[in-house]
Structure formats: C-alpha cells, structure tokens
C-alpha cells in the first residue's frame, strides 16, 4: 500500500518563494506527480519526478529524494492565480496494473497580497 | 484539442435510481480511471481500465460498475445509488507507451443522492 502526507493548508504572500513538502511510503515507486486544482475545476499537471534531483519548469521546480521518500514543490514569484489546491501523487509499479496513482489529501495554497 | 470529456456536469439524483456518467477521450489512451473526491479524503480510484475489455477494482469500487466496450469510452455505472455516493467524480486517462505519461482529467461531475 501507499502512504502519502501532505499539508493541509498554507498561506504566503505575492510575489514570494513557497515551497510545499510531500512525503510518501509505497511498496513499489514508480514516479511522483504533482497536480494543481482549482477549487471545482479538475487537477492539471504540473510535474513528474522518477529520479533524484531537481527539476524545473517555469516559476515551479519539483524536487524527489527517493531514499528519504520525500518531494517538494517549489513556487516561485507567486501570483495570486496559484491560490490553489497542489496533490502530490505517487505511482505504484507493481499494483494497478503497474500505473495506479494515490493521490495525497492536497495542500491548499492561499496567496495574499 | 486533447480532451477528457465527461458529462453531465451536474447531476442530482434520488437513492436507487439508476444512473450512468459517461467518459470519453480522444487521444488514444490505452489506460483510464474513475475516481471521486471527498472533502479531506482526497481523490480515490474507484475502477481503472487497462485497455478496451480489461478492467478492474481500484481502492473503493463496492456500489459501482464500470465497462470498456470501446478504448474511447468508459462509463461509471451507479446501479442503485445511495445518499454516500454524493461526491465529485472525475475519469482520467493515460497513455502507457512511457514512463512519464500524466493523466489527463476530465471536467468533473458533481453527484448529489439524496
């Protein structure tokens, strides 16, 4: 099975650097993703890990550290538009036919003036 | 356009009254997926699909049916809906042809049993 911890909430200001962490436990690791959703709307993609390291798009980076089992999404220059809910998402490459994702509860991202 | 397309939107229903979401996609996808989202719960897998006619149990399939006659196509079945199946369903898809291969969402669709 699959673990996955996210924060609930967090709360930062326009303009500034958040970085939002994940934590997961899982039998057989076959990838992060991280997925922005607005409230109502459905989840969009933003990044995929499957090695260790850094990987950068734009104004966000997603970081995975697979022997700590531990990722982070980093926002940078942030704009209000980024209020948002962000799901860390693990996939399993044993169970669901080696393409299952559990998603984490979300981190639901507020952006203030 | 690559879409995920799911209908109805909305949908208010009574308990036991038998109802069909549909699910389509026009980018080829060997694999696709319901899930459904509850407050604090997050998104679950309810059943997934491998390819057309290979379909099986995600993590909360008790209460719900699905099929893949054609690979465009997979809809979620309620048979006998039931007032905790009130929730925000969304299918997805992917293709299974790399590692990297994200799943695509469809718009949602807000059910209400009561």
């Known amino acids: 099975g699959q673990n996955i911890d996210q924060p609930t909430e967090m709360t930062a200001t326009e303009g500034a650097i958040v970085q939002i962490n994940c934590t997961y436990q899982?039998?057989?690791?076959?990838?992060l993703f991280w997925y922005q959703q607005h409230a109502g709307e459905a989840p969009t993609f933003l990044s995929y890990?499957?090695?260790?390291g850094l990987e950068e798009k734009g104004r966000f980076s997603s970081f995975l550290s697979r022997s700590k089992g531990y990722s982070y999404l980093l926002l940078k220059e942030l704009q209000m538009k980024d209020s948002a809910s962000y799901l860390c998402?693990?996939?399993?490459?044993?169970?669901?036919?080696?393409?299952?994702?559990?998603f984490g509860t979300g981190t639901q991202l507020k952006v203030e003036l | 356009e690559a879409q995920v397309t799911q209908n109805p939107r909305y949908l208010i229903t009574v308990t036991g009254k038998k109802l069909t979401v549909t699910c389509s996609q026009n980018?080829?996808?060997?694999?696709m997926s319901w899930y459904r989202q509850d407050p604090g719960l997050g998104l679950r897998q309810i059943y997934y699909?491998?390819?057309?006619?290979?379909?099986d149990k995600g993590d909360v399939p008790e209460g719900y049916k699905v099929s893949r006659k054609e690979k465009r196509n997979f809809p979620l079945i309620l048979e006998s809906p039931s007032p905790n199946q009130t929730s925000l369903y969304f299918c997805?898809?992917?293709?299974?042809?790399?590692?990297?291969?994200?799943?695509?969402f469809g718009s949602g669709t807000q059910l209400s049993v009561l």
């Open positions: 699909s491998m390819n057309v006619e290979v379909t």
């Open positions: 890990n499957v090695l260790d």
């Open positions: 998402a693990v996939r399993d490459g044993v169970t669901g036919g080696g393409n299952k994702l559990t």
């Open positions: 899982t039998s057989g690791f076959n990838g």
């Open positions: 980018m080829n996808h060997e694999y």
């Open positions: 997805a898809s992917a293709g299974l042809r790399a590692t990297n291969e994200k799943l695509f």
